[in-house]
């Protein structure tokens, strides 16, 4: 299906509206109703979106990823293949007797997580629900996130932590972010104080 320069696979099921220009949805997507996909962006196959999810412009989606109500994920993001996010610390079935009034009302399950500007997330990640994944982060594969993760930081392991911070082009850096030239595209700390000046107009 393509409308605006959009392009949808014959396959995917995409229910929504809010879909920006540019964006591809690939073999069996689901789209929910209500969810809202910003211009740019590329969902792979067997990716869900359910309503209430908000993504940005540009971000990246690999294949079986799941993006539930409360999730958000901001401007250039990328989300690797199997990443795992959740919306509810203490679940329960619905369906089950004793939570049925629990379910009934999403303020008392529902909680929410962002992954902000240019952060990236490695294959196969679990994301605790509730947590914000800083700008421009890294988290390696197969990590599993329990707390917040700082702007620029570099976090492997179950649970995970921080080893490193890395660049905005994603290389690791040698010292924090604050205070390091990267080797691999040059940018130095006097360049990055433009370039936060700039995101900031943007916002």
Request: aromatic residues 6%.
């Amino acid at each position: 299906m393509n409308m605006s320069n959009r392009y949808f696979h014959p396959s995917a099921l995409v229910e929504a509206e809010a879909i920006g220009d540019g964006t591809r949805i690939w073999a069996f997507a689901h789209v929910m109703r209500g969810a809202a996909i910003g211009c740019h962006c590329n969902l792979g196959d067997h990716t869900f979106v359910e309503s209430g999810a908000s993504i940005g412009d540009n971000v990246t989606i690999k294949n079986n990823v799941c993006v539930w109500l409360g999730i958000t994920l901001e401007d250039d993001v990328f989300v690797g293949p199997n990443v795992a996010f959740t919306n509810d610390r203490w679940p329960r079935s619905a369906r089950m007797t004793q939570a049925r009034s629990r379910s009934g009302q999403i303020d008392n399950w529902l909680v929410r997580t962002t992954v902000e500007r240019g952060a990236s997330i490695g294959a196969n990640a679990t994301i605790v629900p509730g947590v914000r994944i800083g700008r421009y982060s890294m988290i390696g594969a197969g990590a599993v996130i329990t707390a917040d993760v700082p702007p620029f930081a570099l976090v492997i392991g179950a649970p995970a932590r921080r080893v490193a911070d890395v660049c905005r082009c994603g290389q690791k850096l040698i010292g924090f972010y604050q205070n390091a030239v990267c080797t691999h595209c040059g940018e130095t700390p006097e360049m990055r104080c433009h370039i936060r000046e700039e995101e900031a107009v943007a916002l």
